[in-house]
Nanobody
Framework: QVQLQETGGGLVQAGGSLVLSCAAS???????MQWYRQRPGKPRELVAS???????YYEHSVEDRFTISRDSAKGMLYLRMNSLKPADTAVYFC???????????WGRGTQVTVSS
């Protein structure tokens, strides 16, 4: 089992920055990790992902503004978000893929609100 807890959300003005953190705990080895978001009235969507080797992927609308990173030794996943826009307003979720298994784990999410 893996437990994920996101922190760092909040209210920020357009153009501002936030850093989201996701703390992973449990006894499962983790492979890839991702940040998803769910905007009001929209389905959940992938924002960024990072593999064990550090290789990463970004959704097009965030690739020049967001940075995903992880500290596997500390069980932490981060998302640095710069130049935030009102369209980034969403609940942000952390997800972990178990290594060598099809199991996936989700955090409960953290709200990010960007005011114009």
């Amino acid at each position: 089992q893996v437990q994920l807890q996101e922190t760092g959300g909040g209210l920020v003005q357009a153009g501002g920055s936030l850093v989201l953190s996701c703390a992973a705990s449990g006894n499962m080895e983790i492979a890839a990790m991702q940040w998803y978001r769910q905007r009001p009235g929209k389905p959940r969507e992938l924002v960024a992902s990072i593999n064990r080797d550090g290789s990463s992927y970004y959704e097009h609308s965030v690739e020049d503004r967001f940075t995903i990173s992880r500290d596997s030794a500390k069980g932490m996943l981060y998302l640095r978000m710069n130049s935030l826009k009102p369209a980034d307003t969403a609940v942000y979720f952390c997800k972990a893929d178990a290594f060598g298994s099809s199991l996936i784990y989700w955090g409960r999410g953290t709200q990010v609100t960007v005011s114009s």
